[in-house]
């Protein structure tokens, strides 16, 4: 007979931080990577809040892989259809611990997540005790799974979707449907489109973040 077991593990997990001032920062914010992306570039797309007295956290998903074959890029995945439960209990377990031993008290704190960092970020800040002021939900959606308490929760926040035009992932009809589920579910769920496909875009992450 075959069974199926499982148990608990430590394993190392990997983070980036970008700050440039001293002391506390005036804000923070967590941002989290999509599919198949690793944490050291991700947060390149951040540069620019440093010089504005902001930390930024991004932290990197558990799973890696090979992008390509079985060599060469490696990127990384926050879960899986295999074991879905537990790495998603990995993971929101991951980002509280890291939320609270690396962000100052009494600090604003934000959350941005991309593409499957959308639904990542959407889970952890449902269950999270650290107090997150706004959740930016870009080139993806909140889970699908969330219970009418967590929902509940996320409307206590700031809530924001941003969809490129051209999004190779999200076609405009697909853009429509998303927001109009959402706005289900959010009620002051702003929304920001603009033209660009399936990545951070400098000059709209200005108009939102600064």
Known sequence: MIEETSMKVERAARFY????????????WVVLHGYGQLARYFIKKFSGLAGNNVMVI???????FYVSGFSG????????GEKREDEINDYVNYLEKL?????PAGIPVSCLGFSQGAETASRWIAKTKIN?????LWGGPAAPDLSAEDIRK???????????????F???DMADKLIKKMREKFEALK????????????????EIIL
């Open 170 to 172: 999200i076609s405009p």
């Open 191 to 206: 929304v920001h489109r603009y033209n660009g496909g399936h990545d951070i875009d400098p000059a709209t992450l200005n």
């Open 17 to 28: 931080k970008s700050w440039s001032g001293s002391g506390n920062p005036k804000e923070v």
């Open 154 to 168: 996320l409307n206590r926040i700031k809530i924001e979707t941003v969809i490129g035009d051209k999004d190779e």
């Open 99 to 103: 939320a609270h031993e690396e962000i």
């Open 58 to 64: 991004a932290p990197e998903a558990l799973n890696y």
């Open 132 to 136: 997150i002021e706004r959740l930016v």
């Open 73 to 80: 890029r490696i990127g990384a995945s926050w879960m899986t």
